[in-house]
């Protein structure tokens, strides 16, 4: 049995990789074309994706976390009739 001295002399074996593991496969991957993302601020962003035009209602220009302040994302008018519901009452 060898000692530790021989077992550390030894160069490690390089480990070879499959021509299989190299190459990707033909005709599955999508197309990956320029894009733009619109936000509703109007912010535009150019990028790289799979889907053509990308919508959005908050990005890092408008939302909260990133500006320090509160903006109300209103969804169908229910901002508005919360408000209106509220203030009838409170009068």
Known sequence: MPGPASLMTEAPR???IP???RTMKQGI???Y???TIVCSCGNRIETKSTSDD???EICSVCH???TGKQRLVDT???VERFKRKYA???E
């Open 54 to 56: 990308i919508h959005v």
């Open 19 to 21: 021509d299989r593991r």
């Open 64 to 66: 909260p976390f990133y």
């Open 14 to 16: 390089p480990v070879s």
């Open 29 to 31: 991957h999508p197309e």
């Open 76 to 78: 169908a008018g229910r």
């Open 33 to 35: 074309n320029e894009t």
């Open 88 to 90: 009838q009452k409170a």
